[in-house]
């Protein structure tokens, strides 16, 4: 092992850590965000709110929704269920504020949903096969969020996890990157392949690990990733004690191996079915005793964008190993990137104020694009 080495994450970081909270839509309250929300927010968690910017509300209500005997999905309250209607988020000035307010202080990051969440003939919109139909929604989702919140969509989460080759094609084609969760069960996750949960051309991976085991991401279409999450874990269809134990076990094991680690939530579960309050509190509780378990580790608390960003740059440093030191050219610039050493490093290249010491390793806080950086180990 090299006595100098680079580390993957910025800061010196172990693992990144994300959360994602799906089917924010016009009928989203910011309320009941700011409820759910405010101790991860206080504790510097970064929320991804997935958006749904023209919702329909006569989608069929999920297999494990319909215990509860609802016709229609609870993602709308239960006056419009069953409505042709459809409602666009910007129409709701509130919401979109709130969501702003919270992106321009790093606390929220925006993901694009689908268009509608609507299902075609009873298949999830993006898993259809047509490619007019399907080029004609993506672009009137990424439309209607440029117009939105006046930026450009980074990341795409399919409606069900499920996208067809056809728009899967798209979809990177347009440089979006891609969230999807793991496959429920082993039989889906094997028969997934000819559902294009993964593309059939070869790609390079940088992580890749089967489903038990943790979330992997892929970079298969230049600099756009695919981005694995573990699912709904504080869902009211799990037991929460048997949910929190099994959340700890993944997150320290994904944490033990530098991996990303993505956790799913839908904000209207914990308000069931639409009520003002919590109705979910100890899934509630134990959700707010899994961040606290997770703040006392050196995780890295981001968003999507941030993380694909910086993706991005770190695959264009060029690292080579010289005897007790590392020779570091980045192909762009970079910040807080980190190098590993259990003996004090001199930089060569670089001014002292650039770059800080702490115990253990060397970090660059602004490393520019093809300067060449000498480091050796003292």
Sequence with gaps: MPLV????????HRCPFLLRDDDVSYFTKPDTLRKLYE???????VVSFSVIPNIA?????YTYTRQFGLTYTPMVPPSVRGKSAKYKISNNPELIEFLQEHRKTGQADLILHGFTHERINNIPE??????LEIRDRLEASIDLFQKTFHSNPKTFLPPR??????????IVGNGLNLCRNFPLFLKEYFSSFSKGYFPLRPHPRLRAIFPWFGVNYTTFYHDTYEFRSNGFFFSFIHDPEKQLKAAKRIFKREYDSWNV???SLHHWEFFFDWNDTVTQKKHQQNLEQFLNYVAQYNVWKCGFAELADWLTRFK??????????LSIVAGMPIKNLTVYSPRKCSLIGLPSESYETREDMTIIREMPADRLVKIKAG
């Design 5 to 12: 080495k680079l580390l993957p994450w910025p800061n010196g």
């Design 57 to 61: 509300c006569d989608v069929p209500s």
């Design 316 to 325: 264009k440093v060029k690292a080579t190993s010289e005897n007790d030191g």
């Design 161 to 170: 996890e499920k996208i067809s080759k056809e728009a899967w094609s798209n």
């Design 39 to 45: 101790s991860a927010w206080q504790r510097k968690f």
């Design 261 to 263: 680690s993505i956790w």
């Design 126 to 131: 993006f898993l259809i096969r047509n490619k």
